[in-house]
């Protein structure tokens, strides 16, 4: 490989690793399943506080508007129910989709790590999710 091509190489990769968290596939979904399983734990505990530090920074700002007052409080307000276990993670470079018994998380990769961008989604029919909570 001669060096200009060397370079080339190293600097596609370095662009790839920045944009797509630069972990495997597979890495990248057990980060994103720890991440909603944490998210579901504090639920199940209803340790708002834990819930809103896995939060994505909009979806806590949209709360505290909504709800004109903290994170904790406007999510105890919420009776968002636990969705279970994570059954399937779908990871789309700094984008997932947590997939769980009764619930869908919709997870960003930040620089702090995975964050919840939305949860209590549901399913519409050849429409977007419906989500309970969710980011402005």
Known sequence: ??????????????TVCGVGGCGTVAERRD????TAAEFERALTERAYDR???VLA???VEELEQTA?????KALSEESLRPGGAVRRTDVYGNQARAVLSSDTLFL??????????AAGCEP???????CRIKGG
């Open 51 to 53: 819930m809103c530090a």
């Open 1 to 14: 490989m001669t060096r200009r091509a060397y370079g080339v190489t190293l600097s596609v990769l370095l």
């Open 68 to 72: 004109d007052g903290p994170c904790a």
């Open 124 to 130: 519409r029919p050849q429409e977007p999710y419906q």
């Open 108 to 117: 960003s990769r930040f620089t702090s790590g995975w964050k919840v961008v």
């Open 57 to 59: 920074p909009a979806t």
């Open 31 to 34: 980060d994103v399943r720890d």
